[in-house]
């Protein structure tokens, strides 16, 4: 987990006006997932979304994208997509694409690319879109 990446992007929707700052002894704790801060923040999910797309500058998905796409599930237990928002899939083109909602732990990201054995296109979904 990237504690900096967290931070600073906890402090990018404070100074955007869509996050207020935590209070007493909560500022001085290590810095929120980005569910945390989705659901502290009371933001839609969409927009959200494209906050940490434009924040992390990767491209934004939609679950009808995902939908159209082959999931690539084999391999990776649904508690484990689940637990860490990420859903990879492969369009008719072939290109790997894995969405995720929280892209700051690169060490997630980097096992799924080596368990699904390519290289994938990262890209953001909304937290309530990722299905497992």
Do not use: C, W
């Not at 402090?11 to 996050?19: F, M, N, T």
């Amino acid at each position: 987990m990237n504690i900096g990446v967290k931070s600073d992007f906890e402090q990018h929707l404070i100074s955007a006006g869509l996050l207020t700052p935590p209070a007493g002894a909560a500022a001085s704790r290590r810095p929120a997932s980005y569910r945390a801060l989705y659901e502290r923040s009371g933001m839609e999910p969409a927009p959200f979304a494209d906050a940490v797309a434009k924040f992390h500058g990767l491209p934004r998905t939609t679950l009808a994208v995902m939908r159209q796409g082959r999931a690539l599930l084999d391999g990776f237990s649904s508690r484990f997509l689940r637990e860490f928002f990420v859903f990879p899939y492969e369009t008719a083109d072939g290109i790997v694409h894995l969405a995720v909602a929280d892209p700051s732990d690169n060490s997630v990201l980097r096992t799924m690319e080596l368990t699904l054995g390519r290289l994938t296109v990262r890209e953001i979904a909304p937290f309530d879109e990722i299905e497992t």
